[in-house]
């Protein structure tokens, strides 16, 4: 399984030369066609306006200032990527606040990833995470999502699968199947797992089975939780492994659970060191 089509989302134009420098030497290893969505944001809300100022006045002007930064998005991206013997297309585009996830979603419908940065952290844009959780819930392509630094292995010579048995973990690895047959060591990791007399098999045998008749040939690692959160268990085991890239489904529990009390997820997206292949 390839990503002939690969989408990636720039909203800050500080930020326009880090971004794509993760994700253009991808894009050439694998000869994918990179669509960039130039984007700016107007977030001006219905409603309100500064006092002194009409509505249609505040709303004509902050919205100049989106389409301004959306064209100078668009200029660098155009700029830096001419150079670099890829095929591509850059298109800018203005949106209010309250319309980002309908925008992204929409155009992540096509592709057949999206490659984004971590949304959370002190350097991260503030829409940083409506962009990852729009193209991750109705956007219908996985995402991967690169730490600050981080190279996309390509491929990727040893992968982690972060197994719970859920509707979105069993997603990333559908999603994930070419890069998993690619790999000279896949590992399903299943942290505290849960065993019932009545289950058909031991825990991951099914899924190891399933990618075995895809080529795929997984160890499984049962790991207890020792750790206080899940995610440090996944960090951990990453490393002990000396992985390249984790997949795994995102928000198995809800985003307003995981935002007040944390979840995988949530702390992955903000301290993750490795890539992240996401699906749900």
């Avoid at 509707?167 to 065993?195: F, M, Q, S, W």
């Avoid at 000396?242 to 997820?265: C, F, K, N, P, Q």
Wanted: no cysteine.
């Amino acid at each position: 399984m390839s990503f002939p089509t690969i989408m990636t989302v720039l909203d800050d134009p500080n930020a326009v030369e880090k971004t794509l420098a993760s994700i253009i030497p991808y894009v050439r290893a694998t000869d994918a066609h990179l669509r960039v969505l130039s984007l700016g944001i107007d977030a001006t809300q219905a409603g309100y306006f500064v006092a002194g100022a009409s509505a249609a006045i505040m709303s004509d002007e902050t919205l100049q200032l989106a389409r301004s930064e959306a064209l100078d998005i668009q200029a660098r991206a155009e700029a830096l990527l001419k150079n670099e013997g890829v095929a591509y297309e850059v298109e800018s585009t203005v949106t209010q606040s309250a319309g980002l996830g309908r925008l992204i979603s929409a155009n992540a419908h096509f592709a057949d990833l999206v490659i984004l940065p971590l949304p959370y952290g002190s350097d991260t844009g503030s829409y940083a995470p409506m962009v990852t959780e729009a193209a991750l819930f109705e956007g219908g392509a996985p995402v991967l999502v690169i730490p600050e630094g981080a190279t996309i292995p390509n491929p990727a010579r040893r992968i982690v699968l972060a197994w719970n048995n859920s509707a979105e973990a069993l997603a990333a690895a559908r999603h994930a199947l070419g890069l998993l047959k690619a790999a000279d060591e896949v590992d399903i990791l299943i942290i505290d797992p849960e065993r019932s007399g009545i289950a058909p098999a031991e825990p991951g045998e099914e899924l190891a089975t399933w990618l075995s008749r895809h080529g795929v040939h997984a160890n499984i690692s049962l790991v207890p939780r020792r750790l206080g959160r899940i995610s440090d268990e996944i960090t951990r085991h990453m490393a002990d492994r000396d992985a390249d890239l984790l997949v795994m489904g995102a928000y198995s529990h809800s985003r307003l659970r995981e935002a007040i009390l944390g979840g995988a997820t949530r702390d992955l997206l903000a301290e993750a060191k490795t890539p992240i292949l996401m699906a749900h």
